[in-house]
């Protein structure tokens, strides 16, 4: 079975702050490929990374970054000096081999970055 | 790249009609679509998954006569919510996939808001 788990439901942070939302999945595959997406109030859900299974390099991208460790099987996500604007639900998802490629979604954290 | 519509972006219905939902790749032809319902502060749950030509595979407890999906060209699938009722209000969201990727990578729309009254 797969399976993601965001397990904060709901983080505050005050600006300027970093804060890490997590992520830890569930699967038997080999070959999977993990992604975060944002939402804002709009709805629309804003890609942010994707990572497969072989390369678990963190990554950087401006104040983001990610840390993906496969032994704790967990696909982290820091927003570093957190703004008003990262107010939103942060989504992680899975997809692999045996789901025929669905994406499985985490449930979500919604985070609130107070002014 | 990668533009995925919906059309429309919210639209508020009667309960017992029926309202149809399109999802349209703009620039990449879809091979595969897949339409999603999100309820206020929840997750996306997988409706169905649609492949041109062919018909949707629903997931376990959604409801085909209830949920008709058709995905008749490359570029637009439509979802039909017949006899709509109030419990069916909820964010509709699609996704797009050309199939070449081998994750296949979903493209998103920006979802449509349903609300019966």
């Known amino acids: 079975a797969q399976k993601v788990t965001q397990a904060q439901t709901e983080i505050s942070v005050v600006e300027k702050e970093d804060v890490t939302l997590d992520c830890v999945y569930e699967t038997r595959d080999t070959t999977y490929y993990l992604f975060w997406y944002k939402q804002p109030p709009s709805g629309e859900l804003v890609f942010l990374i994707r990572r497969n299974s072989f390369d678990e390099q963190n990554e950087i991208s401006g104040r983001y970054s990610w840390n993906f460790q496969k032994s704790t099987s967990s696909f982290n996500f820091t927003i570093t000096a957190s703004q008003v604007v990262d107010s939103a639900v942060y989504f992680c998802a899975l997809s692999a081999t045996s789901g025929t490629y669905k994406y499985i979604f985490g449930t979500g954290t919604r985070l609130k970055v107070l002014a | 790249g990668a533009v995925v519509s919906q059309h429309p972006s919210r639209v508020i219905c009667k309960s017992g009609t029926s309202v149809k939902i399109e999802c349209r790749s703009l620039d990449f032809q879809a091979t595969t679509m897949f339409w999603y319902r999100q309820f206020p502060k929840k997750s996306l749950m997988l409706m169905a998954t649609s492949n041109e030509g062919s018909k949707a595979t629903y997931e376990q407890g959604v409801e085909k006569d209830k949920f008709l999906i058709n995905h008749a060209s490359l570029t637009l699938s439509t979802l039909t919510v017949t006899s709509a009722h109030p419990e069916d209000s909820s964010f509709y969201i699609c996704?797009?996939?050309?199939?070449?990727?081998?994750?296949?990578?979903?493209?998103f729309g920006p979802g449509t808001r349903l609300t019966v009254l």
């Open positions: 996704s797009a996939s050309t199939g070449l990727a081998e994750y296949n990578e979903q493209f």
